[in-house]
């Protein structure tokens, strides 16, 4: 069951139900790379203004479960983007900013990149869609990206439960 938090920004509130500790995992694959399961946790929180902090990290999994390697890191801050829309800034250590924007409706958000800054060193990345759900009480979550000469292809896929 989720309840609003009091101290919740209004403009902030149709992401309220995001706010939270999440743990699951999830799938990932790429025409480029070797599919594999991965592990995920995810903190967003606030602090009264009209944002919420990200902070993701996941690893990869054997095929017991058990963590391998560290794998992605996000760190950036949902918006409220105007009447039933909010954006997603993304920032990751392998090189990239992101700047997504899209649809929020209860429970269920769909985003697609408005924007990516890519360092000189990091991949070929250009554009990227995701959609976040809560289903069950679960937060499912799903991206397709294109990059490295590859169009628009389903690349993770996890369902996260909440923890705190």
Do not use: C
């Amino acid at each position: 069951m989720f309840t609003l938090d009091p101290t919740i920004h209004p403009d902030i509130a149709p992401l309220a139900w995001l706010v939270g500790r999440w743990e699951g995992a999830g799938v990932l694959g790429y025409p480029t790379i070797e599919s594999a399961n991965f592990g995920q946790e995810l903190i967003v929180s606030h602090d009264e203004r009209a944002h919420l902090r990200w902070e993701s990290r996941t690893w990869i999994l054997d095929e017991l479960g058990e963590k391998v390697r560290p794998a992605g890191t996000e760190l950036g801050f949902w918006r409220p983007g105007g009447e039933g829309h909010a954006e997603l800034l993304l920032t990751h250590p392998t090189g990239y900013v992101e700047m997504y924007y899209g649809t929020v409706e209860p429970g269920r958000i769909e985003l697609h990149t408005d924007g990516v800054i890519r360092s000189p060193q990091a991949k070929e990345y250009t554009a990227a869609t995701r959609m976040y759900g809560l289903v069950n009480s679960n937060l499912m979550w799903v991206m397709d990206m294109a990059a490295v000469g590859q169009p628009m292809t389903s690349h993770l896929s996890a369902e996260l439960k909440r923890v705190e």
